[in-house]
């Protein structure tokens, strides 16, 4: 089992959508929770963290549940600059690295006018 | 600041050549990683370093070496090219080790092993 896996997507939506992205992971002995953004052919970039209580940053929210191990992104109010790949991002400090992050595929988001 | 640069940003080698990736950053961070990105898949680890004259193995490191003289520069070395390596490696650096401390990354070098 992959240790972080994401859907697959990709998620078409129209602007001012609200969509949902899903990632669940597998060490339960992980401690820290991203999300990333990749935009086409380029690095990827920290969005936002992700802190047990959830967190808000304006349209975008982040949930976490350590007991189903589910992270969430909801993305409100979708503009055109949204369309990227979200990836979901852990760490683990008993991964090969202690200080590494163990990345999921991403999942595409195109939001069309 | 320039943050992580990284040089190429593209190269074609032919199988059984050699060449060096070269990461700079301008942060003063401490820990420095390696990454590769196959396409449609996530980055995996291939070397990380917590400090000058500090590296380490991560998760894919066959076929690689890199080395730390300095805080600022952590290059790659690839020996023997194999087709296998065509992908787009990113550099990435952190200041430290708290849990949620942020990775920047570099803008990648595409390579393609013929």
């Known amino acids: 089992r992959k240790e972080v896996e994401q859907d697959p997507g990709p998620f078409n939506v129209p602007e001012g959508a609200t969509v949902a992205f899903n990632c669940t992971y597998s060490?339960?002995?992980?401690?820290?929770f991203f999300w990333y953004r990749q935009d086409c052919r380029k690095e990827p970039k920290l969005l936002m963290s992700v802190y047990s209580s959830g967190n808000e940053d304006g349209r975008f929210t982040a949930q976490l549940n350590r007991a189903s191990q589910y992270i969430s992104l909801l993305i409100r109010d979708s503009k055109l600059s949204d369309s990227a790949t979200y990836l979901c991002v852990v760490r683990s400090t008993n991964s090969n690295s202690g200080y590494a992050l163990n990345f999921g595929k991403g999942t595409s988001l195109l939001v069309t006018p | 600041n320039a943050g992580v640069t990284q040089t190429p940003k593209f190269r074609i080698l032919k199988i059984g050549q050699s060449m060096t990736l070269q990461c700079t950053q301008d942060m003063n961070h401490n820990y420095m990683y390696w990454y590769r990105q196959d396409p449609g898949m996530g980055l995996k680890l291939i070397y990380y370093s917590v400090g000058a004259g500090i590296t380490d193995k991560g998760e894919v490191p066959n076929g690689y070496n890199v080395s730390r003289s300095t805080t600022e520069d952590f290059p790659l070395r690839l020996e023997l090219a194999a087709p296998s390596q065509t992908s787009v490696y990113f550099c990435a650096s952190s200041y430290d080790r708290g849990s949620y401390n942020e990775q920047f990354f570099g803008p990648g070098t595409r390579l393609t092993v013929l």
């Open positions: 060490n339960s002995a992980s401690q820290s």
